[in-house]
């Protein structure tokens, strides 16, 4: 018999908080629940459609619950239950604390500086945390033109940290983008046309130590050093370093390794799939629950 909110809200300690196995949960959920994970319990977020949403929504209902989230289109601070079809889903408006506009979200809470974390897509990213979603070759005859920022560059600009989540592939993972939308820990002096660290070229302003924290992929993790150079923190599983140096078109650090990326926990698992994203709006059906976690839920 399918159980109410309130009787799979009883439910949510009696989930075992271990690892869960390798095949027992999809790659998305993965991908989802290592985005909570970048979350602090202090951020204020501002988090876009898809993934952001699924794991800041995760993370307030396990290691964040003080998070407060930020939609573009005006929402603050709602208290949905189930993850928003896109950040202009009026459910997400539940017991907000403010509504408002883009002019709300970008004029004042991140051209403010109350931005603590962003999160964001991108078509190319090179190694320094550039992304590009703008166009591909030459700026005024390009190969491809993308729909172009729609406010990437003003949250990861302003935001004090941003975790991209990209889909990895040779051609998305550069050494320099032909196009940089976002500037990451290094960018151009317009002045002298010199290629330097963000903290020189932006000094004296609000936001020169802002930048990527981090990249969520579909095969790793990546973080980035004292320098502003990209590396491997963990390997999904299944995935091998090998592959995935042969789809970056840069040597890519991987002497920081720590190992496998940190499986998702039962916990994690079931408040993701019977609250956040329980219609399967982001997420794909996901592989069954062990038996003895099925007992649980089953009652």
């Known amino acids: ?30 991908m989802g629940i290592a985005c909570a994970h970048e979350v602090r319990d202090d951020d204020i977020v501002f988090a876009g459609t898809g993934l952001p949403m699924v794991g800041i929504m995760t993370a307030n209902m396990t290691v ?15 208290k949905t239950m189930h993850v928003p079809m896109s950040v202009c889903d009026q459910r997400a408006c539940y017991m907000a604390s403010a509504l408002g506009g883009l002019v709300d ?13 962003g999160f964001l897509g991108g078509a190319a990213i090179d190694k320094y945390g550039g992304v590009n979603v703008t166009s591909v070759g030459d700026y005024y005859s390009p190969t491809h033109r993308f729909t172009g920022s729609g406010g990437n560059s003003d949250i990861g600009s302003m935001s004090k940290r941003t975790t991209y989540i990209i889909l990895q592939e040779k051609r998305r993972f550069l050494e320099r983008n032909d196009y940089t939308t976002t500037p990451g820990w290094w960018c151009t002096d317009w002045n ?11 000094a004296n302003t609000p936001f020169a130590a802002s930048g990527p924290e981090s990249v969520i992929t579909n095969m790793g993790i990546y973080r980035f050093d004292d320098d502003g150079i990209m590396y491997l923190e963990s390997y999904h599983p299944g995935v091998s370093v090998d592959k995935i140096k042969e789809e970056c078109s840069f040597d890519l650090n991987v ?5 496998e990326t940190r499986h998702p ?29 099925k007992a649980i839920i089953e009652g």
């Open 1 to 30: 018999m399918k159980k109410s909110p309130e009787e799979l809200m009883e439910l949510i300690d009696k989930i075992p908080d271990e690892p869960a196995k390798s095949g027992e949960y999809s790659l998305p959920e993965l």
């Open 255 to 259: 002497s920081k390794v720590v190992g």
């Open 192 to 202: 002298t046309g010199e290629w330097k660290p963000k903290k020189e070229v932006w």
């Open 105 to 117: 979200t970008f004029g004042y809470y991140l051209q403010q500086g109350f931005v603590t974390l």
């Open 265 to 293: 926990t039962y916990k994690e698992l079931f408040v993701l799939r019977e609250f956040v994203d329980a219609e399967l709006i982001f997420m794909p059906e996901p592989p069954d629950y062990p038996d003895y976690v």
């Open 64 to 78: 964040a619950p003080h998070a407060l989230l930020i939609y573009e289109a005006g929402i603050c601070d709602g």
